[in-house]
């Protein structure tokens, strides 16, 4: 009987010990999820814009690579089937795995935003319902814990320009910058009340500061991402499948049969065994952001990057920058990215692109401005507007009476020539003594509505 007893309390010990051991490694992360790179998207098909890079850096750099769409493309056309809105969407989450895990990447999330079709970004914030995408994006990347973010480039430029690119950009910076940061959304970092045990409404993760930030771009024109980061060229051959990245980016990209521009595209060049003469030979090209450890703009992704976790850096935030007396500025977005950028730390970006539309033939074009009078006294202001030849002003605004602090919101509405011009040309708005503001435009023969 004494061994009996002595068994069963050596027994409960060692039960106890283990039990304790599992407490002790709960308060570690899931190594599962762990990634070197997360990419932040806005919809299944858009990781192919780098997706050259992606081959290379899983097939021959071995990076773990974690992704996150913004929605799940439930607005896109559809080339293969009749499918449409939650159908197609719950199509394209699927084509979007299944590409993915071509390249060996299967941590994949959702922010479950709906497909905004636009050139907007704060449409796109409003309809994904801003704060709570943030949330989800700041729980996976405490979740995946990753040294590099690499996102669409938060800022309008001419090209397909769409808002939930944009708006991907502008949070995937946004949790860059607070993921670290133990007192936002503290309820993801508060250890459950008992982990082993069910219905505990804290998560447990741990605070996680991103060390590096990219920005990659679908703009119609390159010119700006000159010497403005990394480039990885496309038709290199990669050691370990023995083919070219741009390849490999073709067959990754194939996935996505419902996207005529990309999958379906990629599906036919690789028939034809033609897919030199498409874009994916096209290199992967990158900006640089912002960085947290001592890098170069030009270097690699992982240059400089530590297995040291950091302590979480805030940014900027917001300063107030207004102009003295009255004065007349772009509203919208370029209003919008004017003061989001400097307040996350990545104020270059207002510097990359000026201010320009590329717009379908005969489509309508809008451009918001503010009228704003920061002066001690009242002033009488109107907006005169210049279109290139054969422009149509539809609408100016009027004449409006600005008192101290006022601030109006117009927009000026033009219709775009009923030829394609591939040529820069000037909208001019005239302000009078207030100032004049410029947006260059191209013409081409559809573009997304504003």
């Not at 994006?137 to 405490?142: D, F, Q, T």
């Not at 936002?184 to 045990?197: I, K």
């Not at 209003?335 to 590329?358: D, I, R, S």
Request: hydrophobic letters at 35%.
């Amino acid at each position: 009987m004494k061994l009996w007893n002595a068994a069963i309390t050596l027994l409960i010990a060692s039960t106890t010990a283990a039990a304790q051991q599992i407490q002790h490694d709960s308060l570690h992360p899931d190594d599962r999820y762990k990634a070197d790179l997360l990419v932040v998207v806005a919809h299944p098909d858009d990781e192919s814009e780098i997706g050259a890079y992606l081959a290379r850096a899983t097939f021959d750099e071995h990076r773990r690579i974690a992704v996150v769409f913004g929605t799940r493309g439930n607005s896109g056309g559809n080339e293969w089937g009749q499918e449409q809105a939650s159908a197609l969407g719950a199509i394209r989450e699927i084509e979007g795995r299944r590409a993915l895990g071509f390249l060996g990447v299967y941590n994949v999330w959702f922010l479950d935003g709906p497909d905004t079709p636009g050139q907007d970004v704060l449409r796109s914030l409003e309809t994904w319902d801003h704060g709570r995408a943030l949330g989800r994006l700041v729980r996976i990347m405490r979740l995946t814990r990753p040294e590099v973010v690499a996102t669409w480039l938060p800022a309008y430029s001419a090209g397909e320009n769409h808002g939930d690119h944009q708006a991907a950009g502008v949070i995937a910076t946004e949790a860059f910058d607070i993921a670290g940061d133990p007192s936002q959304y503290a309820e993801q970092v508060t250890p459950a009340r008992d982990s082993r045990d069910i219905s505990n409404l804290t998560e447990g993760l741990h605070p996680w500061q991103p060390q590096k930030l990219y920005y990659f771009s679908d703009a119609a024109h390159t010119d700006f991402l000159e010497g403005q980061g990394p480039r990885y060229s496309a038709t290199a051959v990669s050691p370990a499948k023995n083919v070219s990245y741009a390849h490999l980016s073709a067959e990754e990209c194939a996935f996505h049969l419902t996207q005529s521009d990309s999958g379906y595209a990629a599906r036919l060049a690789l028939e034809k065994n033609d897919v030199k003469n498409t874009y994916f030979t096209e290199d992967s090209r990158f900006i640089f952001g912002k960085s947290h450890i001592p890098a170069t703009k030009t270097g690699d992704l992982f240059e400089g990057v530590t297995q040291q976790a950091l302590a979480y850096i805030p940014a900027p935030g917001y300063t107030n920058s207004h102009k003295h007396d009255a004065s007349l500025s772009l509203g919208g977005p370029w209003h919008f990215y004017a003061q989001f950028c400097p307040a996350h730390g990545v104020e270059q970006m207002t510097k990359l692109v000026p201010p320009e539309v590329l717009a379908g033939v005969n489509t309508m074009v809008a451009i918001p401005y503010l009228l704003t009078n920061t002066g001690t006294s009242a002033t009488d202001a109107e907006v005169h507007v210049t279109a290139p030849s054969g422009w149509k002003v539809e609408y100016a605004g009027h004449r409006v009476n600005l008192k101290p602090g006022d601030t109006y919101a117009g927009r000026v509405v033009l219709t775009a020539a009923g030829h394609i011009s591939k040529e820069w040309q000037n909208i001019t708005l005239n302000a009078g003594p207030l100032g004049t503001e410029t947006v260059r435009v191209q013409v081409s023969q559809s573009s997304l509505p504003q």
